[in-house]
């Protein structure tokens, strides 16, 4: 049998009641129909008949019967006994009001964003389904009335809230209108994300670096919240964004009142979409929503796990760079440090860079290890992958470097901690240097890695080595989401803390507007990511995609086109 419904011969592509057919003598099932059918099929179809007729219930029953009996005859197997047996006996009605609420609409306000693994739709589970057939029908049922658990069955982590619950209404009780010939015809003319826009000049990480917002285009990539990443599969027009959103960590992003955020509500303890003038619209009491209670901030960001990029090469090993960067010094393939991190040096020489020469500073005893060539005047391997990074003489890290995959940009990380940082007994990790440059790059590392680094300028002090410091210090601190693969014990992550959410903080209507569109991802959640704090936000899509799909299925007839 074919697996296209639309080949499926009329009479399978219309409700039960056009398989039977009415005499003096009462119902009876249309032979001709049947005769179709291979014996287990007509078996079935006969069943179903008799479940309809017994239980008085031509609206619902015989829905249930069709629609399992085309996909059956769609994907080519035969009826199994359980479904034969639910068909006869059970009232599917009833299983319906039962399961609707826990199937469906508690798993759509609770659902956590961060758990999301995958953008592919999840694939059927047969053996849950012929466990329990008489549920998977009531399901099934649901998701044919309803568009709501139509969409959840088919993108199980779509965050759905209380203004998409709402549009799925009216749209089903306008295309219940629609199929009884009271209105004329449903079009859906909405560009998808319409209105929901952030600025051109919005920073927009992607795998191949940072770019504005304005400039994406379908078919570029940006990142989703896992760290996976997503395409763009649509821009809209330009408008006007007007509103701008601060964040506690810092960054504040400019947008239009109808731009959506994916918000935990630490009040309801429930995840929200809301548009972004929901926080400008004064309430029935003459207010708009809080952001505080009391000194807590009420609504939170989603985490956002380290961006998983796909690059694997590099010409100095990331750990070398770190440890260079860290305690080396420019112009020179050589690592300062004490006698007691020996360690560093032997996972230098591990990873293929011999050791030229140690010498000793006479007054603080601090040891200065080379890695030059095998001759004077020959430079050596990690001199001359140096000069090809062209920071040899100024140190930085190379922007190919900031994308590498995870385990090498923590490599690279564990070099600079080996050498410039420190680990207090909560694993917290402070790295210090003089350079502002690096300071920033090190921020963007941590970021990229789903951290929250910080930065401090610290004035001269007093080393521990007994120096006297003239320059201004740098200090960049965060708490690590994931383990180091350092080479000092002492400095080794031994406790991972649970992440602090990025809270909301303040929204507000601005007079310096600017130009900006909107994009469409190719995630279930609609979510991605922004900004250099690496900001999570939202779009929505729910009827320009998901209602033709339904009404394809409700009613063949009506002819619903996406535009």
């Known amino acids: 049998m074919t697996r296209d419904d639309t080949a499926l011969p009329g009479y399978l592509s219309r409700p039960l009641t056009y398989l039977v057919h009415k005499d003096a003598n009462g119902l009876y ?25 017994k239980d008085k219930r031509p609206s619902v029953s015989a829905t249930v019967a069709n629609n399992c009996v085309r996909k059956l005859i769609c994907m080519g197997y035969e009826v199994p006994k359980k ?35 995958s953008t592919e739709p999840p694939q059927f589970d047969f053996n849950a389904a012929n466990a329990n057939p008489v549920s998977e029908l ?72 940072y770019r504005f917002h304005g400039d994406l285009l379908p078919g570029d990539e940006v990142f989703h919240p896992s760290g996976k990443t997503v395409q763009v599969v649509a821009v809209s027009q330009k408008g006007v964004a007007d509103v701008r959103v601060g964040f506690s960590d810092g960054s504040s992003y400019l947008c239009h009142e109808n731009h959506e955020w994916t918000l935990f509500d630490r009040k309801r303890g429930a995840w929200k979409t809301l548009e972004a003038g929901h926080f400008l619209r004064q309430s029935h009491l003459g207010r708009p929503p809080k952001l505080l209670n009391g000194a807590r901030s009420i609504y939170q960001l989603p985490t956002v796990a380290p961006l998983e990029y796909s690059n694997s090469f ?56 080379y890695f030059s060539g095998p001759k004077p005047n020959n430079s050596g391997r990690m001199t001359l992958e140096l000069q090809g990074l062209r920071i040899y003489k100024q140190k930085r890290i190379p922007i190919e470097y900031q994308h590498l995959r995870i385990e090498l940009r923590l490599e690279l990380l564990a070099g600079i901690v080996d050498t410039d940082g420190t680990t207090d007994e909560k694993s917290r990790i402070t790295i210090t240097t003089v350079s502002r440059e690096l300071a920033d790059d090190i921020m963007r590392l941590c970021e990229g890695l789903g951290m929250r680094p910080y930065i401090q300028e610290v004035q001269p002090t007093l080393s521990s080595s007994g120096i006297q410091g003239r320059k201004v210090c740098y200090v960049v601190g965060f708490q690590p989401t994931t383990e180091l693969p350092v080479a000092l014990e002492r400095k080794r992550v031994t406790r991972i803390a649970q992440q602090r959410r990025v809270a909301l903080v303040s929204v507000e209507r601005v007079a310096d ?25 939202h779009n929505s899509e729910v009827l320009s995609r998901n209602t033709p799909r339904l009404d394809s299925r409700q009613a063949p007839g009506l002819g619903a086109y996406r535009l």
Request: charged residues 25%; aromatic residues 8%.
């Open 138 to 209: 009531a399901q099934r049922e649901l998701c044919r009335r309803r568009l709501l658990p139509f969409i959840l069955r088919f993108r199980p982590n779509y965050l759905a809230g209380w203004v998409h619950k709402d549009i799925c209404r009216r749209v089903e009780r306008f295309v219940e209108r629609v199929e009884r010939k009271e209105s004329p015809r449903l079009l859906l003319m909405m560009p998808p994300r319409s209105g929901k826009l952030l600025a051109d000049d919005t920073l927009v990480p992607t795998p191949r670096g």
């Open 513 to 537: 507007t600017q130009q900006g569109n909107c994009i469409q991802v190719d995630s279930p959640d609609g979510l991605y990511v922004i900004g250099t704090k690496m900001t999570v936000t």
């Open 314 to 369: 590099y010409t100095l090993h990331p750990y070398v760079l770190g440890a260079w960067l860290g305690d080396g010094s420019a112009g020179k393939p050589c690592i300062t440090g004490a006698k007691s991190d020996r360690a560093i040096i032997d996972k230098i020489e591990s990873l293929g860079y011999p050791v030229s020469a140690v010498c000793t500073h006479k007054t603080t005893g601090v040891i200065t290890t």
């Open 83 to 117: 479904y034969l047996e639910a068909v006869r006996t059970a009232r599917v009605m009833q299983d319906v009001e039962k399961t609707k609420e826990p199937l469906f609409s508690k798993a759509a306000t609770t659902r956590n964003p961060e758990q999301l693994e």
């Open 29 to 53: 099932p249309h032979e001709e129909a049947l005769n179709a059918l291979d014996p287990g099929q007509r078996d079935f179809i006969k069943a179903a008949y008799l479940a309809w007729v």
